[in-house]
Each structure stands twice: as structure tokens, then as C-alpha cells.
């Protein structure tokens, strides 16, 4: 379900300031369960940030959990392991995560852009075309 939930949410998020959010997304979000709500707005940020600080990527998917699994907190994810798409390929990235209580707000956000993930990899790590 959070699968179908990432995918459907990433679709809704504009390009612009990363504290930006459309309407749509933030009704969505407010949809959401706490947990999978921190999630999402995480998972919202990172390709809002990604794509907004370089315009070398035009990130489209995250997987948080592709080669580590998140550390979740009450109002914060930290996320060793992620993966992100950009333009039909997947590179690795670590990112922390801090928001509000009600998961809505991001309040502190820090990310590292890894390597390019091998294409012959990606199967093994649950990522697709």
C-alpha cells in the first residue's frame, strides 16, 4: 500500500521552492496515517530538493529502503540506504528527514547524492525503468 501511496503522492508535487507543496499533495497527505504521512512528505522532499538544487537530475521516485532500511522516528526518518530515479536512471542517496508533529512541515532536510546505480543492479534492488 505505502508503494502505491509514494507513487500516486510523488505525482502531485511541484517544482519550485522546497518548502513549496500544492494543495493536492497536502490533501493527500492529510489522508494518510502519521507514519506513512512522515514518509511521504519525506519522500516528497527529497525529489522536491534533488530536482530544485540541480538541474542535472530530474528526480521522479524515491525508494528509501532500497539498500538499507529507514531508521523512523516519531517526527524524523533518517535514511542510509535510498535510491532515487532521474531521468530513467537510479542513483544512490542518504538523506535525513525532521518535521513538524503533524508531519506536514518539513523543518530540517540534508541529503547526499550518490553514485549511479549499474542497470544489471537494479532488479536485485527492487528499482525499474
Request: contains cysteine.
Amino acid at each position: 500500500m505505502k508503494t502505491i501511496c509514494v507513487a500516486a503522492l510523488v505525482g502531485l508535487i511541484t517544482v519550485g521552492p522546497a518548502s513549496a507543496m500544492s494543495n493536492t499533495l497536502r490533501t493527500g497527505l492529510l489522508k494518510l496515517d502519521p507514519e506513512t504521512r512522515l514518509e511521504q512528505r519525506c519522500d516528497a522532499e527529497v525529489l522536491d530538493r534533488i530536482t530544485h538544487d540541480d538541474p542535472q537530475f530530474e528526480a521522479d521516485r524515491v525508494v528509501a529502503y532500497a539498500f538499507a532500511t529507514p531508521e523512523m522516528h516519531k517526527d524524523s526518518i533518517r535514511s542510509p540506504g535510498a535510491a532515487f530515479r532521474s531521468k530513467g536512471e537510479w542513483y544512490r542517496l542518504k538523506f535525513k528527514c525532521r518535521t513538524a508533529p503533524d508531519h506536514m512541515t518539513v523543518l530540517d532536510f540534508r541529503y547526499r547524492v550518490g553514485e549511479p546505480i549499474p542497470k544489471d543492479e537494479w532488479s536485485k534492488y527492487n528499482l525499474y525503468d
